[in-house]
């Protein structure tokens, strides 16, 4: 490919890490319903470092180390450089490396879009997240946790010690507990799951209760009951959000997943893995 180059209001970015998500071997597999783009460059999230800026940045310079998201559409971050709008990116925490930075960017936007934003967690409130150990659910764990939230997660028993290490109060085994039975009555569930899991979620809902999901329900599932919300949040990017990562990084509430290296040219192993469906934090790519 030949080298991008910054246009008005972009920068380019020399990647060092990328990671993989769910959406990545999704769209691979023509899953998402516009394999018409194919072929693409894959890719979400990024670190890496500013090689050039366009006409109209002055946030960056060359050498700024930076991590972001990359557009819904369009080439993505598993690439050894990437033109991308100026407001899509954010300075690194000076406190992670590039693997750790590439690991927070689209999951760290994708649960605070989710909590903060859509259920407006409060301090005293309780909230489930189903699949605590995953990427997003990770962050979310965290995000909830220093909301002043009482925390319950769901995980297999693998998972269980690194879910209650994230900071959640308890910690559902889904594989011999029921969490319809584990879990008081809550006012936000967050749901990464779906499925089967989330038609379950409702039952577990207080009146006036929040279910907020980012993965599919079930088709043909029971209507949604009166008594709750259910909302699937609209995850725009921004570098809002990418601040609010680091200042969250920076007040020690939020750390960097566990993470799972690949070269660059494994990314075939790499998505076999993000489709298991049980990746344990996060899988990134080393590209540099
Ligand atoms: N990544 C993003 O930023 C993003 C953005 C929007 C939407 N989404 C969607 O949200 C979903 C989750 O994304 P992700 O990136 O967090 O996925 P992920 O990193 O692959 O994690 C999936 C997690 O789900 C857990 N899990 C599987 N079955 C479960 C069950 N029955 N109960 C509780 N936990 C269960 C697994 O833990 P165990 O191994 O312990 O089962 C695993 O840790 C995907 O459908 C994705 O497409 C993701």
Known sequence: M?????????????????SVNPIDWKTRAGMRGDASALPMILGCEFSGVVSETGPGVSEFAPGDSVFGVAPQTGDG???EAIAIDAGLVALRPDSLGHVEAAALGLVGLTALVSLEDTAKIKAGETILIQGGAGGVGGFAVQCAKHAGATVYAT????????????????????????????????????????GA?????????????RLVWIAGGSEGGPPLPAHVEMIRPRVDRHRRHMERIT???????????????????QVARAHEMSATGHVRGKIVLLVR
């Open 247 to 265: 200042e969250l990084v920076g007040l020690g509430a939020v750390t960097a997943p566990e993470i799972t290296t690949f070269p660059l040219a």
């Open 77 to 79: 971050t598993y690439a």
């Open 155 to 194: 995980t297999s028993t693998r998972n269980v010690d690194y879910v209650r290490r994230l900071g959640a109060d308890s910690v559902i085994d889904y594989t011999t507990d029921d969490f319809t039975k584990a879990v008081p009555p809550c006012d936000v569930v967050f749901d990464t799951v779906g």
């Open 197 to 209: 899991v989330q038609e379950r979620s409702f039952s577990v809902l207080k009146p006036g209760g």
């Open 2 to 18: 030949p080298d991008p180059k910054a246009g008005v209001g972009q920068i380019v970015a020399a990647i060092h890490a990328a």
